[in-house]
């Protein structure tokens, strides 16, 4: 006679808590519905005094709604969005994004894509500022941290990476003027941005990186950023053709980008092949 006792199933909030999809849901919500709520009651101070610190609260209110999700829905510390070495690897991030930046236009510059027609009011650059802290980190959030890490705990690191790709590719698509090497060069800048989240897994060098491209063109050179208008420093226009260019989208429809960022993610992938499967139990 069997006298096992048969295992109760376990609690529906459990299991619901423990679906992937639900916790992408989840996460989410508590990332970009906090941000949303923030820029909400801003609403509420005077026009005056609402010069841009309510974005960058809403970049901190993005980032402690994530926080927040970690630790009372997957219950444990969110090493992926905290801890030491936040400065250093920010810092990081927005060297390499620079780095990108730089050798893009100057290449574009050099062969005549790209051409200066004047100077602004230098204090342009601190207009876009807030705005581009706001997209890097709740992009990088949402696409790292979120639909990745999870994605890849649940289906292995192959499904999550094309899936994430495509994704960040796909939510491009909507932008004016966008093309096809458009969605081309964003797809191979979401596996560059990817491939340096899986060197330490965590999001700070990536939002670093993400961060300083957009700013640069956006407040320096006046390049529109994914098709959105730029409103910047220096006055540049595309010239040429807009395979090279990029044209109205910015270069990230130019094969220039597609080029430099597929060297970084390339070089990025084999140094993140190299260091421990999941650093965060380190």
Not at 16 to 32: G, K, M, T
Not at 133 to 138: R, Y
């Amino acid at each position: 006679m069997d006298t096992s006792i048969a295992a109760s199933p376990a609690p529906l909030r459990k299991r619901l808590l423990a679906n992937p999809v639900v916790r992408i849901l989840l996460a989410a919500l508590a990332s970009l519905g906090t941000m949303a709520l923030v820029l909400l009651l801003s609403e509420l101070v005077p026009k005056p005094m609402r010069t841009a610190w309510p974005v960058l609260l809403a970049a901190v209110g993005c980032m402690l709604g994530y926080r927040f999700y970690v630790r009372k829905v997957e219950q444990r510390a969110p090493l992926e969005a905290s801890g030491p070495g936040v400065l250093h690897e920010l810092g990081a991030g927005i060297g390499i994004g620079a780095a990108l930046a730089i050798g893009v236009a100057g290449v574009l510059l050099l062969c005549g894509a790209m051409q200066v027609q004047g100077v602004g009011d230098w204090r342009a650059i601190l207009k876009p500022l807030p705005e581009q802290v706001l997209v890097a980190t709740f992009e990088e959030l949402v696409f790292r941290a979120i639909l990745f890490r999870i994605a890849e705990q649940y289906w292995g690191l192959r499904t999550a990476v094309i899936s994430n790709v495509l994704l960040f590719a796909l939510a491009h698509v909507p932008n004016e003027h966008v093309t096809v090497l458009a969605i081309v060069a964003t797809a191979v800048a979401g596996a560059g941005l990817l491939a340096v989240y899986l060197v330490t897994r965590r999001v700070w060098i990536a939002i670093g990186m993400h961060f300083a491209w957009n700013y640069l063109f956006d407040a320096f050179l006046t390049v529109p950023v994914s098709g959105h208008p730029a409103r910047g420093w220096i006055q540049v226009v595309p010239a040429g053709p807009e395979w090279l260019s990029g044209g109205a989208y910015g270069v990230e429809g130019s094969l220039v980008t597609v080029l430099a960022w597929g060297a970084a993610a390339y070089v990025l992938g084999r140094v993140a092949r190299q260091r421990p499967q999941n650093v965060l139990a380190h």
